[in-house]
Structure formats: structure tokens, C-alpha cells
């Protein structure tokens, strides 16, 4: 079962400081995917500030969106067994 996000922060760098509800928290950096698809419309960083969740993912009024398992795998947390 994935975790939900409960909290997301833009830094200026383009990353996301992001918390889960398991506690987790971790830094995903965005710069990688700026130039792809949809994520070209948050290259702007008013645009990236406007981040906000939504049933438990990350997403952008302009309609990009992460899944929460993709974050997690991505802002490099080890699970715990």
C-alpha cells in the first residue's frame, strides 16, 4: 500500500520538500522533468508555486500531477522493514 503525501513545500530551486503520512519526509528534485510533456507548464516558477495535494498526490492547476509512489521512489527514501 502506497503512502499518502500530507504536505508539499516549492522551494525555489524547483524541488519539493514533501512529507508522508508515515512520517517520511524527502526532497524531490523536478529540474529532470521540466522539459517533458505537461511538466513544461510549471517550468515557470510562479506556475511550480502553485503546488498543492489532492486526494493524496501532488498536482499543478495546469494539470500535472505525481503519483505518490513515483515521489517517494524518487526523492530517494529507504523503506523501513
Given at each position: 500500500m502506497y503512502q499518502a503525501i500530507v504536505r508539499v513545500h516549492p522551494n525555489d530551486d524547483f524541488s519539493l520538500s514533501v512529507v508522508f503520512e508515515d512520517?517520511?519526509?524527502?526532497?524531490?528534485?523536478?529540474?529532470?522533468?521540466?522539459?517533458?510533456?505537461?511538466?513544461?507548464?510549471?517550468?515557470?516558477?510562479?506556475?511550480?508555486?502553485r503546488v498543492r495535494i489532492a486526494f493524496d498526490t501532488v498536482e499543478w492547476e495546469c494539470g500535472a500531477d505525481l503519483d505518490p509512489e513515483f515521489v517517494r521512489a524518487k526523492c530517494g527514501i529507504v523503506e523501513k522493514t
Open positions: 512520517g517520511a519526509e524527502g526532497i524531490l528534485d523536478m529540474k529532470p522533468y521540466l522539459d517533458f510533456g505537461v511538466f513544461k507548464k510549471i517550468k515557470d516558477l510562479d506556475q511550480f508555486r
